[in-house]
């Protein structure tokens, strides 16, 4: 079992930045890819970006890259995403997510994930 919350959503106008945590707890953080996801209102959840298990690898949507960066603290269960330059379309909720059966291999399909956190509301404003 693992236990994921999300947390630093909020309110900012475009082109401000926020930071989203995910605290893990449960089986151990080290050994398995993260993810995080958004789902806006009425749209279906999309894949936003992945980390491997010890941070050497990222991937990222082509609609985030060069904005938002991923990356993880092992030594306090953690993965975070910065999100910088936030436009509107960057409004919805963000999920963090779990891949207990790989390593380094960087899913971008919901399916592959284990678990999820509860998400964090992210609003930005025009």
């Known amino acids: 079992q693992v236990q994921l919350v999300e947390s630093g959503g909020g309110l900012v106008q475009a082109g401000g930045s926020l930071r989203l945590s995910c605290a893990a707890s449960g089986r151990t953080f080290s050994y398995y890819v993260m993810g995080w996801f958004r789902q806006a209102p009425g749209k279906e959840r999309e894949f936003v970006s992945a980390?491997?298990?010890?941070?050497?690898?990222?991937y990222y949507a082509d609609s985030v890259k060069g904005r938002f960066t991923i990356s993880r603290d092992n030594a306090k269960n953690t993965v975070y995403l910065q999100l910088n330059s936030l436009k509107p379309e960057d409004t919805a909720v963000y999920y963090c997510?779990?891949?207990?059966?790989?390593?380094?291999?960087?899913?971008?399909?919901?399916?592959?994930?284990?678990?999820w956190g509860q998400g964090t509301q992210v609003t930005v404003s025009s």
């Open positions: 997510a779990a891949d207990l059966n790989t390593r380094a291999v960087l899913s971008t399909a919901s399916g592959a994930y284990d678990y």
């Open positions: 980390i491997s298990w010890r941070g050497g690898n990222t």
